[in-house]
């Protein structure tokens, strides 16, 4: 479990606070993918980096805010959240490049908005 | 659009018995890529099978097989001699798109192993 890695694992915020939660990938992959996963509902992409810009971005809330400096390192800025933010967020990276890559994820940061 | 359905939300199997977890998808495309990940509790999801649509022979890894059905739009999972580590939230997954695709994911089927 050391490909992909997290921090915080947990995170309790509250509406008014920012936040930052970081991922980083030791398999010299060249794309960075950020997830939230909800209960009871399918994973959902958040954004896509290849190559360290952005090549996706399904429609989120402008209160987060992704940041890639570079092809090993990603990072989920988050500011004046709402309590229905409250979800697992998911970091996976992958060769990039090719189609049908394997995606290779990481532990996750629970995250709780109260 | 693309859509991945998993129409059992929960299963249990035996230890050692073997257990088929569905998946359907819906796509008019004709080129891309299935996953099946597991995500044990509390612990990071990893890939159990990956299988490429232009290929007919079906995916096997030792204990995970698929039964892919191309026609049918059908991807199911099989789980031989199951194990306790198996237990897990079982996702399926269908890739299109690219280099730059999308990865859709079902819901997830949670699996319990009864020793």
């Known amino acids: 479990e050391t490909g992909v890695t997290q921090t915080p694992r947990h995170l309790v915020m509250g509406m008014t606070n920012k936040k930052s939660l970081k991922c980083e990938q030791h398999?010299?992959?060249?794309?960075m993918y950020w997830y939230k996963q909800s209960a009871k509902k399918p994973l959902e992409l958040m954004f896509v980096y290849s190559l360290e810009e952005r090549v996706e971005n399904n429609s989120v809330p402008s209160r987060f805010s992704p940041e890639c400096p570079n092809s090993s390192h990603l990072f989920l800025h988050l500011h004046t959240l709402q309590p229905e933010d409250s979800a697992l967020y998911l970091c996976a990276s992958s060769r990039g490049g090719l189609a049908g890559d394997t995606q290779y994820f990481g532990p996750g940061t629970r995250l709780t908005v109260l | 659009a693309q859509t991945v359905t998993q129409s059992q939300p929960e299963m249990s199997v035996q230890e050692a018995e073997t257990v088929t977890l569905s998946c359907t998808y819906d796509?008019?495309?004709?080129?891309?890529?299935l996953f099946w990940y597991k995500q044990p509790p509390s612990r990071q999801m990893i890939l159990v099978i990956r299988?490429?649509?232009?290929?007919?022979q079906n995916a096997t890894e030792n204990r995970f097989s698929v039964n892919f059905q191309k026609a049918a739009k059908s991807f199911s999972l099989k789980i031989s001699d199951s194990q306790l580590g198996d237990a897990a939230m079982y996702f399926c997954?269908?890739?299109?798109?690219?280099?730059?695709?999308?990865?859709?994911f079902g819901k997830g089927t949670k699996l319990s192993v009864k020793p």
């Open positions: 299988q490429e649509a232009y290929k007919q």
């Open positions: 398999l010299g992959h060249n794309a």
């Open positions: 796509t008019s495309e004709s080129d891309y890529y």
């Open positions: 997954a269908f890739f299109y798109g690219g280099s730059q695709g999308n990865l859709i």
